[in-house]
């Protein structure tokens, strides 16, 4: 047996029901709940005869079923601040003139203002339902937020949340891993890192001590240590609540800490699907021809793969870049230690306060030893097209590539 999955929302898949008049259990739709109203959002206002009325857009009932209702009946004074806010909005950007207009004796909102706030219901509704998938499929403890307070853009349409790589067919991430260290406290002299040749990445404070341009090798799932071993970082996943905002000076999407974050300090794994350099290549040039891009090489050994964020990544495919990042790249290697295919690590590079966007450069230029060969992999996939830079930094470059 195979399926796929429902691409409708659960309100979109009621108003169907409503609409055809049936019934459906596993979507909340009964005999007794066939009937039942409540407030999705306000469409628009009006005064007639000196009383207030919204007209109210039905959740799980199609738009055909909007009704004009007296304020006095409505308990929703959440959705009410939200129209007025919007409408405010609307206003204070020099759009719509006075909001309200008289026909017949009836006050009401100018057509363009309800669109507009009808658009905002909307928007917000989408991100919300985009905020809970992906906490549902994070594989971490803490949150992640979703904000817009620029545009009516809504989420991606072709973005999908992984936690961890998805490799293309025939590219294996999960080999070369057949034992653990032995240690009972970790690091001991024969730790991880130590049997690769490389000191541990990490103080007693859990921070990283290494240089860029250096490996992680943290303990792996042969090893004898336990869960709360301070060589197992970034392996446990992001540990700040992150919110993913629109950015007002046209770089589309970033994100932002909502915790204050101490220097070198682990923050997100970078992740996406892996491919083939030949494969990357190919996706690259269509890539330029969109003005973007979410190549990564994995160079750091050889330049056979790429990781591609584009469609399927985690928080860190909305990080933006800057010439002055407050994030450093690291290749770790943790129950794979094939290096050509190394985890992409991102950690602080200074102390980062709540509600600061997170960067990094996506060349690396100045942050690390571009003469190594190690550094060589640490930066995307250049671009054949110049892209103007808008990260607005003092030592801005002037170009992402």
Known sequence: AWYVPCLASLETLQELCRKENLTCKSIGITNRSLKSYEVEYLCDYKVEEGKAYYLVKWKGWPESSNTWEPQKHLNCPLLIQNFLRDKSEYLSRGRGGKAMKVRNHVKTLKPAIADYI??????????????????????????????????????????????EYKPAPGINVLNGITTGCECADCPAEKCCPKEAGFILAYNKHKKLK????????????????????????????????????????????????????????????YVGEVITSEEAERRGQLYDNQGNTYLFDLDYDSDEFTVDAARYGNVSHFVNHSCDPNLQVFNVFIDNLDLRLPRIALFSTRTIKPGEELTFDYQMKGSIDLTSDAAEGLSPSKKSIRTVCKCGAMCCRGYLN
Not at 140 to 149: D, G, S
């Open 118 to 163: 009808v658009k905002k219901a909307k928007q917000r509704i989408a991100l919300q339902r985009w905020k809970e998938e992906l906490n549902r499929k994070k594989n971490h403890k803490a949150m992640i937020l979703v904000e817009n307070t620029v545009d009516l853009e809504g989420p991606p349409l072709d973005f999908y949340y992984i936690n």
């Open 210 to 269: 290494i240089q860029p341009g250096l490996p992680i090798y943290e303990c792996n799932s042969y090893c004898r240590c336990g869960p709360d071993c301070p060589n197992r970082i970034v392996q446990k996943g992001t540990p700040y609540s992150l919110c993913i905002f629109r950015t007002s000076n046209g770089r589309g999407w970033g994100v932002k800490t909502l915790q204050k974050i101490k220097t070198n300090s682990f923050v997100m794994e």
